[in-house]
């Protein structure tokens, strides 16, 4: 090739093999001091970046430009109809060459992927996320308390173990992100589980809880059961009843309200019948009611309802370290601008 020609930088309108398009964009963007709409329009399309240049001035640009993951070809200005191709100088361009078939001319350039290609990055930060909802409910049953500074470091670890696995882009982000969201809930679900369950077993074997004599809470409730299966079937009688045995917030049945009448027939009435018709013991009481009242009640609404302002707050901190962590990445170097 004469050293004296001059050629043209032009885009061949492919990424590189492990680029991500977004971050191209971007980088282009600064790299030719552009608004990132008008690199975005660039990036995919053939482009000549330069015209009229040198040999190293053009192989200057082409290097600069390939750095970032753009396909560049160095075309010498001999005339339109009479335009050769310089293919790009690198390890991946010359192994492409030597693989092609004889007359085959030379491989076709990759089309843009989010990098890696294949899906083998999850498997790190899938397996710090697992590691940490363990790490949150040994930590919540162990000193019966959650910290939510945990929460943002399984994002922080998450996006780390996506960027060791090569992987980055805004896709990526999305997965870690998603992938923090089910650490955090599993890790206080399998917590709040644990102590529901240890609830149940505590009210199946205890006398007292929490201040509350279980034995006189029993004999009220047998009362109440008998009380309320003598009951007239009118409204007038249920909603003296309700005021009367403390169903309702108001002393005067006149008060009572509509809503405390649907919520004691949905959720009392079952229960007094119950006990109305069978006189459990206070074993039998303690076991089947309470125990298992508290088994039956949602670990997934008891979780919600443990939420704070302060969890939440921790909660999106840990989410948006993990996207932005693995969707910016590493940058393979600092551009320099032509």
């Given at each position: 090739?004469?050293?004296?020609?001059?050629y043209s930088?032009v885009?061949?309108?492919?990424l590189k093999?492990?680029f991500e398009?977004d971050w191209?964009?971007?980088?282009f963007?600064?790299?030719i001091?552009?608004?990132p709409e008008?690199?975005?329009r660039i990036?995919g399309?053939e482009f000549?970046?330069?015209?009229d240049?040198?040999l190293?001035e053009?192989?200057?640009?082409?290097e600069?430009?390939s750095?970032?993951g753009?396909?560049v070809l160095l075309?010498r200005?001999?005339?339109v109809?009479?335009l050769?191709l310089?293919?790009v100088h690198?390890?991946?361009?010359?192994?492409?060459a030597?693989?092609?078939?004889d007359?085959?001319?030379?491989?076709?350039?990759?089309?843009?992927?989010v990098?890696?290609?294949?899906?083998?990055?999850?498997?790190?930060?899938?397996?710090v996320?697992?590691?940490?909802?363990l790490l949150?409910?040994?930590?919540a049953?162990?000193l019966d308390?959650?910290?939510?500074?945990?929460a943002?470091?399984?994002?922080?670890a998450?996006?780390v173990?996506a960027?060791?696995?090569?992987a980055?882009g805004?896709?990526?982000?999305?997965?870690c992100?998603?992938?923090?969201v089910a650490?955090i809930?599993?890790?206080k679900y399998?917590?709040?589980a644990?102590?529901?369950?240890?609830?149940a077993?505590?009210?199946s074997?205890s006398?007292e809880?929490d201040?509350?004599?279980l034995?006189?809470f029993?004999?009220?409730e047998?009362?109440?059961a008998?009380?309320f299966?003598?009951?007239?079937?009118?409204d007038?009688s249920?909603?003296?009843?309700?005021?009367a045995r403390?169903?309702?917030?108001s002393?005067?049945?006149?008060?009572?309200t509509d809503e405390?009448v649907?919520?004691?027939l949905?959720y009392?009435a079952?229960r007094?019948r119950d006990?109305a018709?069978?006189r459990?013991?206070?074993?039998?009481?303690?076991?089947?009611n309470?125990?298992?009242?508290?088994k039956?009640?949602?670990?997934?609404d008891l979780?919600i309802d443990?939420?704070?302002?302060?969890?939440?707050?921790f909660?999106?901190?840990?989410?948006a370290?993990?996207?932005?962590?693995?969707?910016q990445?590493?940058r393979s170097a600092?551009?320099?601008?032509i």
């Amino acid at each position: 090739m004469n050293e004296s020609a001059t050629y043209s930088v032009v885009l061949s309108g492919n990424l590189k093999s492990g680029f991500e398009l977004d971050w191209v964009i971007d980088s282009f963007a600064r790299l030719i001091k552009v608004p990132p709409e008008k690199a975005s329009r660039i990036i995919g399309t053939e482009f000549v970046v330069k015209r009229d240049v040198e040999l190293q001035e053009a192989r200057t640009y082409q290097e600069k430009l390939s750095g970032i993951g753009v396909e560049v070809l160095l075309k010498r200005d001999c005339g339109v109809e009479e335009l050769a191709l310089e293919p790009v100088h690198s390890a991946d361009s010359s192994a492409d060459a030597q693989s092609a078939p004889d007359g085959a001319g030379a491989a076709a350039p990759a089309a843009p992927a989010v990098q890696p290609s294949s899906a083998k990055w999850m498997i790190a930060p899938l397996v710090v996320a697992v590691l940490g909802a363990l790490l949150w409910y040994v930590v919540a049953v162990r000193l019966d308390y959650e910290f939510g500074a945990i929460a943002w470091l399984i994002g922080a670890a998450v996006g780390v173990a996506a960027l060791l696995s090569g992987a980055r882009g805004s896709a990526i982000g999305v997965a870690c992100a998603l992938f923090v969201v089910a650490s955090i809930c599993g890790g206080k679900y399998l917590a709040v589980a644990s102590q529901q369950s240890e609830l149940a077993e505590l009210l199946s074997n205890s006398t007292e809880y929490d201040g509350i004599v279980l034995q006189e809470f029993y004999q009220e409730e047998l009362i109440d059961a008998g009380e309320f299966a003598e009951l007239p079937g009118d409204d007038a009688s249920l909603r003296r009843f309700l005021a009367a045995r403390d169903y309702s917030e108001s002393l005067d049945a006149a008060q009572v309200t509509d809503e405390e009448v649907e919520q004691f027939l949905e959720y009392s009435a079952p229960r007094l019948r119950d006990i109305a018709l069978n006189r459990p013991s206070f074993e039998e009481w303690r076991e089947y009611n309470l125990s298992d009242t508290i088994k039956e009640l949602s670990t997934f609404d008891l979780m919600i309802d443990s939420l704070g302002w302060i969890d939440m707050l921790f909660f999106l901190f840990g989410v948006a370290t993990a996207y932005r962590l693995a969707s910016q990445g590493k940058r393979s170097a600092p551009s320099r601008r032509i």
